[in-house]
Structure formats: C-alpha cells, structure tokens
C-alpha cells in the first residue's frame, strides 16, 4: 500500500509564497498524483492535479490558476506544489492524493491519502 508523506507547510503573509512535496513511501506513485485542501469549516477542495506518466496532462481549480503550479520531481520521486501570491483564503490543510484514473480534483477518486500538511497565510 502506498503512503503518501506531505512536507513544506508553514506560515506566511500575503504574497508570499511556498512549496509543498508529495513523497511516496514506495518508488511508485499512482498515475494521477493531486493536491486538495480543506480550510476550516469547508468541504475538501482539488487544487491541482498531475499525470505523472504525461506531465503535460494537468488541471487547476479555478481558484489557483497563475498562482500555483504542480510539477514532478522524477529524481526525488515527489509531486510539488509551487504556490505563488499566496492569499488568506488559501489558508488550509493542504494534502496531497493518488489514484490510478484521471485527471479528477474530486476527492472520492482518490485512493491514498497524506495526512496534510497546515499552510496559513496571515494578511
């Protein structure tokens, strides 16, 4: 079974910006790696979405596009999450996803989880 292991949370302010990592425990990931975030009170969100067999392949929630990128590190073995111009609405547990179909940002397509990690962005 996979496990998923987020890294690169923390606290910033505005503007700022941050990168999250997605390691798999085993040197495979799912096809389709993801990226979600839940803020307090309010359901989990995709945020961005890579096939990591065609990077090309990729999606964005709307509310990201120009701001964050998802890319793959192939000699790490890790997903990142490149976040830019960080807002206080992207305040939120961010975890990363993978599953074997694809492209989806719907959390019930996703099979294996990390346990998140915390980006606060402070006005």
């Known amino acids: 079974q996979v496990r998923l292991v987020e890294s690169g949370g923390g606290s910033v302010q505005a503007g700022g910006s941050l990168t999250l990592s997605c390691a798999a425990s085993?040197?495979?990931?799912?096809?389709?790696v993801a990226w979600f975030r839940q803020a307090s009170g309010k359901e989990r969100e995709g945020v961005a979405v890579?096939?990591?067999?065609?990077?090309?392949?990729?999606d964005y929630a709307d509310s990201v596009k120009g701001r964050f990128t998802i890319s793959q590190d192939n000699a790490k073995n890790t997903v990142n999450l490149h976040m830019n111009n960080l807002k206080p609405e992207d305040t939120a547990m961010y975890y990363c996803?993978?599953?074997?179909?694809?492209?989806?940002?719907?959390?019930?397509?996703?099979?294996?989880w990390g346990q998140g990690t915390q980006v606060t962005v402070s006005s």
């Open positions: 890579l096939n990591i067999r065609i990077e090309s392949e990729i």
């Open positions: 996803a993978s599953a074997w179909w694809g492209p989806s940002l719907k959390s019930a397509d996703f099979n294996y």
């Open positions: 085993t040197n495979s990931l799912h096809r389709y």
